[in-house]
């Protein structure tokens, strides 16, 4: 009795089993069938679902988000299928994100203010004499050297001091006639007087010359040092023969590589600061005199001349100097931190940050950069707020969210005719990959640091703003 009742249980167990399997595949064969209208839909009260289905604007592939395909299928890129991209999807006003998560991603915003980008240039440098303060004592006509005052090359000397004594018979006899006729008082003799003083200059007699014991004494024209010495004592010295070389030291040159990306903002007289390692400390103050019309084209570099004050005399050619030259500013423009700027050229922008909270990619057009800062030509008029701190992720979800499609305004132009087809070259999208979005990243801080406040893990945390 107990065995029979058993099997009639079991067996009708199995009925109701097949019962409801087979009545869930006739309600899910009656649903699929579009003919097939619920009563409601035939009253007119209800909404059908086809009718409620979402708009597909395209299929992308999450770790490539900047490709976009027409219909479905497998990613070219990945072992993955495609995801559609919805109409109610894309923002409109920006990214909205949370105040809680937001802090918690480390997303920092800053001012832009205005201001001209004056960075320092700071290059290295080879001093050499000042040629504007050279002067060359030489013989203008036939003499011999009796006898040399200064015997070493590089040996200061000061201005009137004598270097040597030659004997010049031209130059005698003309010096011997002015102090002969300078003595005299008639007018005639005056008159005399000046033509002598006349040959004088003719024969090229220095000035300071003078006549000791027969003999013409040749002095130093400038403070200096005598940086070359042409002759020796007893040396016949044919007519334009170098006796000395004078170089003076109340300044130098000093030569210096300016980059080709930094010429633009030095002009004369821009100020420049040197210091030499041999002096530690010391700072030589000078000036720009000029820039040299070429440039050097291995290295893209065009040579400055760059004088220097030396008034004690410590800086000698051939010296190593490190230089600072600060450049006048030009016209103010919106600064930016370099690293607020996403891409570079035709792709860069920025992320701004809207009243309402909700961030927005700007395209904009930098400048020159330096010290930290960029200058925006176009795109910002400063006092916007933008990010500086954890925009890729903002700009990532933006290019998700349809943001990056109207600022580029050619979003149909990246869309392929094939779900199946992809150019290899379209792998560098792979650059805009935004690999989690803003809740993961999220998650992933947490767990790094578990003593920090864990972040919300709702989905509406990060989310275009409809």
């Known amino acids: 009795m107990n ?4 099997i009639y249980i079991v067996v009708a167990s199995l009925a109701l089993l097949a019962g409801g399997i087979g009545m869930g595949y006739w309600w899910a064969s009656r649903s699929a069938d579009p003919a097939v209208s619920p009563p409601a839909a035939a009253a007119g ?48 006003g920006g990214i909205s994100i949370a105040p809680g998560t937001r802090q918690n991603l480390g997303i920092s915003t800053v001012e832009v203010e205005r201001g001209s980008l004056a960075g320092t240039v700071s290059v290295p440098g080879t001093i050499g004499w000042d040629l504007r303060q050279e002067h060359v004592v030489s013989a203008r006509v036939d003499a011999v050297v009796d006898r040399l005052f200064v015997k070493a090359p590089y040996e200061p000397v000061r201005a009137g001091q004598p270097l040597a004594s030659i004997l010049a018979p031209a130059w005698s006899t003309a010096l011997a006639e002015v102090r002969a006729l300078g003595q005299a008082s008639s007018s005639s003799a005056q008159a005399l007087q000046l033509a002598a003083r006349e040959r004088l200059r003719v024969l090229g007699v220095p000035p300071g010359a003078a006549i000791r014991d027969g003999r013409i004494v040749l002095t130093a024209p400038v403070n200096g040092v005598v940086s070359e010495i042409g002759v020796r004592e007893g040396q016949a010295a044919s007519t334009g023969t170098l006796l000395f070389r004078v170089n003076g030291t109340d300044t130098v040159w000093l030569e210096a590589a300016i980059p080709q990306a930094a010429v633009g903002a030095i002009v004369p007289g821009t100020p420049v600061e040197a210091r030499v390692s041999t002096m530690p400390g010391r700072v030589f103050e000078g000036r720009v005199e000029t820039l040299l019309p070429q440039i050097e084209t291995g290295s893209r570099t065009q040579q400055a001349r760059i004088v220097l004050d030396n008034p004690d005399g410590v800086l000698a050619p051939g010296m190593f100097a490190q230089i600072t030259l600060e450049p006048t500013g030009g016209a103010e423009q919106p ?25 927005r990619p700007v395209a904009v057009q930098t400048g020159q950069s330096g010290g930290g800062f960029t200058e925006i030509l176009s795109g910002l008029k400063g006092g916007e707020r933008i990010v500086a701190s954890g925009q890729f992720l903002i700009d990532s979800e933006a290019n998700l969210s349809g943001a990056l499609e109207r600022l580029g305004g050619n979003a149909s132009d990246q869309s392929q005719p094939s779900g199946k087809e992809a150019p290899e070259s379209q792998m560098e999208g792979m650059d805009d990959m935004p690999g989690m979005d803003a809740t993961e990243a999220a998650d992933d801080e947490a767990e790094a640091a578990p003593e920090a406040a864990v972040p919300s893990t709702d989905e509406s945390a990060v989310e275009p703003k409809l």
């Open 3 to 6: 065995h029979s009742k058993r």
């Open 45 to 92: 009260g209800a909404t059908t679902p086809a009718s409620s289905e979402r708009e597909v604007l395209y299929w992308y592939d999450p770790m490539v988000p900047g490709q976009r395909f027409d219909q479905p299928g497998k990613s070219p890129f990945m072992d993955m299928q495609l995801v559609p991209k919805y109409a109610d999807e894309v923002s409109e």
């Open 335 to 359: 600064l930016v931190p370099s690293d607020a700027v996403i891409g570079a050229g035709d792709e860069a922008r920025v992320i701004v940050m809207e009243e309402g909270g909700q961030f």
